[in-house]
């Protein structure tokens, strides 16, 4: 019987679990840590010192995009279609793995954690919010997202930027971010002091996105009614307040997969709660397997990106001819949709550079499709090869427009590399010809 005892004890001599307060580092704590100090390390890495737009790589981003770029074929600045990638990872992952990404690869959540930890062991005051008050806050990120998106889409700029807590975090601090996102990044911080991750349980709008998917998710939290005790550390351990030790199998669509339950349960032989599939596909999966999973539907996600690249911004004048022919460029100060339009608007001139058809007339036929970046952009034109030729193409995208309407002359903002019909390059005039970037 002493032995017995002793066996049921001794995991809780390793753990001392107040609330949401593991402060031990074992077993799937271990690993999650370093999963997630590993990836805020890369974000930080690639805003900080390679220049990378984090935009682009936000799953919210292909939510916030999704509308334009299927009605009009284009992105909002700033946004890319590699959104749609991650995005698109992000769900396969949650199918399988529940919301795993918010609990390892969410630089937010890692900061609200931490923090959350760091007030714990400072001695300020913490505690959990549960029962209908809980429920109660975790409608407000059904609101928000309902805002961000109408605004979004009725707009078709990103006007949840000025006050978004986590572009105030991982952006470069450029002229488009207001006082409001420092603002609403500080108040998120004194929260996760006190509070268990107040904004990833009560107003992140990808959460609202996620939890649908997350109710049907693969793998869940199981626990044996036999081998449990009700003792209630798991429920107590859980940082989404979902009371463990009272259900056969944790399928709240909130649940983070942190797996911080299994790790507080003191009965770990037998243990009383496992983490894995249907019987059909294995009763309990190794802890790693999570996080070997989740690496690898997020890096195919990425690599699609950069495999598969489609643009993120399409528009197309005429009817397409039998035969069409293609036209790669690189594009200095193509930077948003916004310049974008402007260079549709020169190709829809009317003057002396205009795109002809193939009967007087006629509207001459192209299609664009570009790749709006901050230095150096991607475009393909596809045109009508009887109609129109290469040179053509770009005077009409370089050359200046006069309005008569205005009574005025429009400038072209645009260079292309490797264009250079005046000779600049070569009596070394024009820097950016001389020295394009990118080369």
Same mark, same amino acid.
């Given at each position: ?18 609330? *949401? ?12 840590? @370093? ?77 609200? %954690? ?122 107590? +351990? ?57 690496? @690898?539907?997020? +890096? ?82 596809? *045109? ?14 370089? %050359? ?40």
């Amino acid at each position: 019987m002493a032995n017995g005892v002793e066996r049921v004890l001794a995991p809780c001599r390793l753990k001392t679990v107040v609330g *949401y307060s593991i402060t031990e580092a074992t077993g799937m704590a271990r690993s999650r840590r @370093f999963v997630q100090l590993a990836f805020l390390l890369f974000t930080l890495a690639g805003v900080f010192l390679f220049r990378a737009n984090a935009e682009q790589w936000c799953p919210f981003g292909g939510v916030e995009a999704l509308y334009t770029y299927a009605r009009e074929g284009n992105m909002v600045c700033s946004l890319g279609v590699s959104n749609f990638y991650i995005l698109a990872g992000v769900l396969i992952s949650v199918l399988v793995l529940r919301r795993a990404f918010c609990s390892h690869l969410c630089p937010i959540g890692t900061l609200s %954690e931490w923090l959350h930890l760091l007030g714990r062991r400072i001695g300020l005051p913490g505690g959990q919010v549960t029962g209908r008050l809980d429920r109660a806050f975790s409608l407000l990120k059904y609101a928000l997202l309902a805002v961000i998106l109408f605004f979004t889409w009725r707009s078709g700029e990103l006007l949840f930027r000025g006050y978004d807590p986590c572009y105030a975090l991982l952006s470069r601090h450029g002229a488009d971010i207001t006082m409001w996102a420092y603002v609403s990044a500080g108040v998120l911080a004194a929260a996760s002091l006190l509070l268990v991750l107040p904004f990833c349980r009560w107003l992140c709008p990808l959460a609202a996105v996620l939890n649908p998917f997350s109710r049907f998710g693969l793998l869940r939290i199981k626990r044996d009614p036999q081998a449990c005790t009700s003792c209630g550390r798991c429920s107590r +351990a859980c940082p989404m307040a979902i009371t463990v030790d009272q259900l056969s199998q944790v399928s709240a669509a909130r649940c983070i997969a942190c797996l911080n339950c299994t790790d507080a349960c003191p009965h770990q032989d037998p243990p009383a709660l496992v983490w894995g599939p249907k019987a059909t596909l294995g009763r309990r999966w190794p802890r790693a397997a999570l996080v070997s999973l989740l690496l @690898f539907i997020t +890096a195919t996600a990425v690599a699609a990106a950069y495999l598969v690249p489609l643009p993120s911004f399409v528009s197309t004048q005429g009817t397409e001819p039998a035969r069409t022919a293609v036209l790669q460029m690189r594009v200095h100060d193509l930077t948003c949709r916004g310049r974008a339009n402007l260079l549709v608007g020169l190709l829809r001139r009317d003057d002396m550079f205009q795109i002809p058809g193939p009967a007087a007339g006629e509207t001459g036929f192209f299609r664009l499709e570009a790749w709006p970046a901050p230095d150096v952009a991607r475009i393909r034109l596809y *045109y009508d090869p009887g109609c129109a030729t290469e040179e053509l193409l770009k005077q009409a995208i370089t %050359e200046p427009y006069y309005d008569l309407a205005a009574d005025r002359w429009w400038m072209s903002p645009f260079v292309i590399e490797g264009y250079d019909p005046l000779g600049l390059d070569a009596d070394g005039l024009n820097p950016i010809l001389d020295h394009p970037p990118g080369r």
